[in-house]
């Protein structure tokens, strides 16, 4: 047998027979396969999910839910779980069938031990790569809602170690920040930082939510309280119970609305429209504004009670123009994302598109530095300067250098000596040409956090 251990890993075994079933669970325990052992189908399916990380192996002719039965049952659980099949004399049509059908594999009784193993080994190697491959992706999902704080500059480096030190505060949160800039992204930050984070995050859009029907969006209501109720509705903020509400524009909730977001932050509990009684909950409140929420206070629009208690602490994400020196990387990202999305090539930044990034102001911030990086991926904008026919071909010659150092360092991900062994150029020499186009390898470098 490969003296090689199993991959972490569980193995479910199903099998009606019970002398065969404890036979072979026991052979695969002293082979250090972690097992779970079952009679049927119907027992085995009550502890799977798709986050399963292991194989199935089964019989595949079984009382009540043979083995073909459970492999349709898992599919629809998770299409990539790897089912094994044991089949008997006279099966191996069957078996066949179970293959074309989505089973991993198949093994005909009486089968050798080492057969076995070393089908469960590769299949458990195959779910380990795409349970990892999903993690990946679900990082990367993350990775775009936490684009907008990442970067060297001052401002977000105080930004983000505020976020840490407050995180897992049992306190509200105020955002401040323009329109654009990302304060979702903090408020997701603060959650996922905090004890909550295995809880719901909620975000609600107070500024979108459909006039008249504020009050039901949020606080939810019962069957029959009004006309048109026909079923009883969870509104957000108690689908949010265990977890965090975030309260986009804040600033635009109606007063009315505001006199019962009160009571929920002071009494943490919520009455639903039609209800006789109040329901208790567990969450954490986060609000963001894009305006002076202190001047609208003053003038009339805002509770002062309310902005008081949302007031615990308040956090202000910098607008694009306070951190230039992020610029560059936020935008390769940003092209990255969007060419992923597309299937398209990442293009080149420039010296136009590079001047762009600095000498713009940015107003519309994060969502108009991706809306800008969208165009170009698709190619209405464009990426090349416009060739000057005054220019001689030294100054043509820098250009066209300029841009291979630029495409090199995306392709290498701004790995040096990627870049080196592709330029076949000295160290000294590639530093040199770097410094006199202003490119510098970390900008190209491909950040996670």
Known sequence: MNDRGPPR???????????????????????????????????????????????????????????????????????????IMITGHGEVADAVAALRAGAYDFVEKPFAFDMVAGSLRR???????VLDNRRLAALAADS?????????????????????????????????GETGTGKEAVARALHRGGRRRLGPFVAVNCGALPEGL?????????????????????????????????????????????????????????????????????LRILASTKVDLADRVQRGGFREDLYYRLDGVRLRVPPLRERRDDLPLLFTQLLRASADRHGAPVPALD????????????????RELASVAERVVLGLEATEPRVDDTQGLTERMARLEG?????????????????????????????????RHGLKPADFRRRTG
Do not use: C
């Open 9 to 83: 890993g569980e193995i479910v075994l199903v099998d009606d027979d019970d002398d065969f079933r404890a036979a072979l669970a026991e052979r695969l325990m002293l082979a250090d396969f972690r097992v779970r052992a079952f009679h049927s189908g119907e027992a085995a399916l009550k502890g799977l999910g798709e986050d399963f990380a292991g194989v199935v192996v089964t019989d595949l002719r079984m009382p009540g839910m043979d083995g073909r039965q459970l492999l349709s049952r898992l599919q629809t659980i998770d299409p990539d779980l790897p089912v």
């Open 123 to 129: 299949a458990l190697e195959k779910r380990t790569l």
């Open 144 to 176: 775009e809602h936490d684009l907008p704080l990442m970067g060297d500059s001052s401002a977000i480096t105080a930004l983000n170690a505020s976020i840490a030190q407050i995180a897992d505060a049992r306190m509200e949160v105020l955002i401040e």
């Open 214 to 282: 504020i009050e039901s969006e949020l606080f939810g209501h019962e069957l029959g309280a009004f006309a048109g109720a026909l079923r009883r509705r969870v509104g957000h903020i108690e689908r949010a119970h265990n977890g965090t509400l975030f309260l986009d524009e804040a600033d635009a909730m109606p007063r009315d609305v505001q006199v019962k977001l009160l009571r929920v932050i002071e009494e943490r509990e919520i009455l639903p429209i039609g209800a006789a009684e109040p329901r208790v909950l567990d």
């Open 351 to 366: 010296d136009r598109l590079r001047r762009r990034l600095m000498e713009n102001d940015w107003s519309g911030n994060i």
């Open 403 to 435: 841009e291979i150092l630029r495409e090199t360092l995306i392709a290498s991900e701004g790995d040096i000596a990627r870049a080196l062994a592709a330029l076949k150029l000295p160290r000294k020499t590639f530093y040199d040409k770097l410094t």
